[in-house]
């Protein structure tokens, strides 16, 4: 099998639930061998049922392949020695945990550095590491309030506020971080010394703002939701068909002028109000019922048809079901299959970042809890009697015999 190019970075995953286990998997599926630490109980996303396959968490076996498993207590002091001699060794750590729990437990940036000064120490947190809200909690949704995203998200103005379907502050954190790690690795190959990197829920549901900051930037006014359109340029969005619904991308004046060629309405180009991206922008509301009227007239397939004779961008509105079927999709190897040891053959995302030379990709399912306590505990020099003493205790956790 060809490796990934972060092969050869040992990663220390002490995260849980989502934005930290997606920084893991993207490091994981671009190489890294990365060791995911639970609590005895396990990650709390385990639990997150249903749906189940096979009695297993979907959404722990979709966040948490290509990783090693191994399950340490952490309240006793056997689990933190084991934990700290694997940080010692390892390149990466990534932590999501409160503010000042780590130090609690010893294991703070400061001191971690001291016993292993290469090592980058990735942090994930609902606000960051410093400012006024360090302390605070994070979730998904919080952050997509606070930042913005949720004012310009929804049908329009005077109706309530509605949230990005996908969890995408937790998503586009987790890539942030892997983004940040990364970075850190090149540098410290470069110079032996590690660092820390920290990003945020918030930061990252900000960044999905960049248009409409730059609006409220020029202008001193905030937009707000304006549906499936665009805030700078029309017509871009959805359109309702005979059976369904289309994306139309006319960012530019020339995909305009072809568009309106295409669906057999020159006459639109010399009005008025739809002649310049600045009028259109003016009258979207009466642009939208002149385009709808027109378009649901045909299929999604037949007007497809069409606009792509005519090398107009356009696309239908899949369900998630679809998209999985997409002929795209599936050359593009974004949903692969993998062999777990219970549930079997499972789906799951693919790797979306294709490199010529070292591929990377899905490699393995997501460990069962302590599926390779010990021979994780073995890899760090452990005896089989000091792995059973561990066992023993309740200072780790492994699965089978």
């Known amino acids: ?175 942030l971080l892997a983004m940040g790690v990364a970075a850190a690795y090149a540098q410290r190959l470069q110079t032996g010394e590690g660092q820390k990197v920290d990003t945020s829920l918030f930061e990252a549901a900000i960044t999905h703002t960049y248009w409409q900051s730059a609006i409220a930037f020029a202008t001193g006014e905030s937009p707000g939701p304006m549906g499936s359109a665009h805030p700078l340029n029309a017509p871009y969005q959805a359109f309702q068909t005979a059976d369904g619904w289309i994306n139309i991308g006319a960012a530019t004046q020339p995909t305009w002028e072809r568009l309106v060629k295409i669906i057999g309405a020159p006459e639109l180009n010399d009005d008025p109000r739809f002649a310049v991206n600045s009028a259109r922008m003016a009258h979207r509301p009466e642009l939208e019922e002149t385009l709808n009227a027109t378009f649901r007239t045909r299929t999604t397939d037949e007007w497809l048809a069409l606009l792509e004779d005519g090398g107009f961008p356009a696309g239908p509105v899949l369900t998630v079901g679809q998209m999985h079927r997409d002929p795209q999709a599936q050359a593009r190897e974004m949903v692969v299959m993998t062999d777990h040891p219970v549930a079997g053959a499972v789906e799951t995302i693919g790797l979306p970042v294709k490199f010529s030379e070292t591929p990377g990709g899905v490699r393995g399912p997501a460990p069962m809890l302590g599926q390779h306590t010990r021979a994780v505990l073995s890899d760090q020099g452990y005896s089989e009697a000091e792995i059973e003493a561990f066992l023993s205790s309740g200072a780790a956790v492994a699965a089978g015999p």
């Open 1 to 175: 099998m060809v490796k990934g190019p972060l092969d050869g970075m040992k990663v220390i995953e002490l995260a849980h639930v989502m934005a930290g286990p997606v920084a893991g998997l993207m490091l994981a599926d671009m190489g890294a061998e990365v060791i995911k630490v639970e609590k005895p109980a396990g990650d709390d996303v385990r639990r997150s049922v249903p749906p189940e396959i096979a009695g297993e968490s979907a959404s722990f076996l979709m966040v948490n392949r290509n990783k090693r498993g191994i399950a340490l207590n952490l309240k006793h002091p056997d689990g933190v020695a084991i934990l700290k001699r694997m940080l010692a060794k390892a390149d990466v750590v990534i932590e999501n945990y409160r503010k000042g729990t780590m130090e609690r437990l010893g294991l703070g940036y400061q001191e971690l550095r001291q016993a292993n000064p290469g090592l980058i120490y990735a942090e994930i947190s609902g606000f960051g590491r410093t400012g006024p809200y360090a302390d605070r909690g994070g979730f998904d949704l919080i952050a997509q309030g606070m930042s913005g995203l949720m004012s310009i998200t929804g049908e329009g103005p005077g109706r309530p506020p509605v949230k990005v379907g996908a969890p995408v502050s937790d998503i586009t954190a987790g890539i």
